[in-house]
T-cell receptor, first 114, second 113 residues
């Protein structure tokens, strides 16, 4: 158990809809990362927050947004969903105190867009 | 970012050692070598990391070539539970403001009973 909790585990929705994925980091971790894993693209970095502030941005679509709340949990919002957004979405956390702090990943949310 | 090259897949027998290679010929002096693995239906899991010297932990050993252009992850006795995709990743604290990991294709390790 990595200590990172992601909800829901599975999500099925229709094109054009909006969903919110939630992540609770390990206790004490200040950094949260979001990744997308699809069959043809592998694991792609989306965005990172550190103590409530956006720290880095990867290949995140404009239809996607995220935030980290004062209690350090994070949410990833996906809107105007398309079939191609079907993927596994992973959240990871790290202490952020050391540049080599390992990332601890949750078990993901599987999103299916129909 | 400096890239890594790994074989797409490897096979091993249970209870035998496994050597997973990684080439990183364009590694910079400040790149750390990290290994993660992803078991089926799970998120990636940290395995080990190092800079220049060989490293050991309870999961594996990391052997780093003297010129740092390649490294090898060693699982001393493979078990069926070690069947996973193994990712070799370079992480540069000086050129990575977000300190994120950039995943490549990895090596799919199959372990035969």
């Amino acid at each position: 158990d990595s200590g990172v909790t992601q909800t829901p585990k599975h999500l099925i929705t229709a094109t054009g809809q909006r969903v919110t994925l939630r992540c609770s980091p390990r206790s004490g971790d200040l950094s949260v990362y979001w990744y997308q894993q699809s069959l043809d693209q592998g694991l792609q970095f989306l965005i990172q927050y550190y103590n409530g502030e956006e720290r880095a941005k990867g290949n995140i679509l404009e239809r996607f947004s995220a935030q980290q709340f004062p209690d350090l949990h994070s949410e990833l919002n996906l809107s105007s969903l398309e079939l191609g957004d079907s993927a596994l979405y992973f959240c990871a956390s790290s202490s952020g105190q050391l540049y080599n702090s390992p990332l601890h990943f949750g078990n993901g949310t599987r999103l299916t867009v129909t | 970012d400096a890239k890594t090259t790994q074989p797409n897949s490897m096979e091993s027998n249970e209870e035998e050692p496994v050597h997973l290679p990684c080439n990183h010929s364009t590694i910079s002096g400040t790149d750390y070598i990290h290994w993660y693995r992803q078991l089926p239906s799970q998120g990636p899991e940290y395995v080990i990391h190092g800079l220049t010297s060989n490293v050991n932990n309870r999961m594996a050993s990391l052997a780093i070539a003297e010129d740092r252009k390649s490294s090898t992850l060693i699982l001393h006795r493979a078990t069926l539970r070690d069947a996973a995709v193994y990712y070799c990743i370079l992480r540069d604290p000086l050129n990575n403001a977000g300190n994120m990991l950039t995943f490549g294709g990895g090596t799919r390790l199959m372990v035969k009973p």
